[in-house]
């Protein structure tokens, strides 16, 4: 995924043993505090390479966005919004690398309507790296 997407920022990812099926991204210290992602066992042994690859650009998307995604929510989930953004650069981040954009919908299975969102957002990321052009030309 690095190779393929030189604006990523330089992230240390850390796996943790939990049965879950989840990840998250924080910033410590301030905006230019390194950067963690830590990643559930539970998602790493139970998913293909292709989804695991839109799981990591989902959080990197997070990271490189041009609306700061590593706020802290003081424990609510991160609003839909930032979710919806972060899949879409997550699937140019996948695309970039080989991998198909149109798996992302598996991170998040039961919400029906990001599901169909992906669905129908995967199929032209040409259009897609226009949205975020700014977002991704760093």
């Given at each position: ?10 992230v ?7 049965p ?48 700061k ?41 039961y919400e029906?309507?990001r ?24």
């Open positions: 995924l690095l190779a393929a997407n030189p604006f990523i920022p330089i240390s990812i850390h796996s943790f043993n939990h879950g099926n989840n990840a998250f991204i924080l910033r410590y210290y301030d905006e230019h505090g390194p950067i963690h992602m830590f990643i559930q066992q539970g998602f790493l042994s139970g998913h293909s390479d292709t989804v695991i690859a839109n799981l990591l650009g989902h959080e990197y998307g997070h990271a490189v966005s041009k609306n995604h590593l706020d802290t929510y003081h424990g609510k989930h991160t609003p839909a919004w930032k979710q919806r953004e972060a899949d879409d650069i997550g699937m140019i981040i996948a695309a970039n690398a080989g991998y198909d954009p149109c798996q992302m919908w598996k991170i998040a299975p029906i309507r599901k169909a969102r992906i669905k129908r957002r995967c199929g032209d990321i040409d259009a897609l790296k226009q949205e975020y052009a700014e977002d991704i030309a760093r």
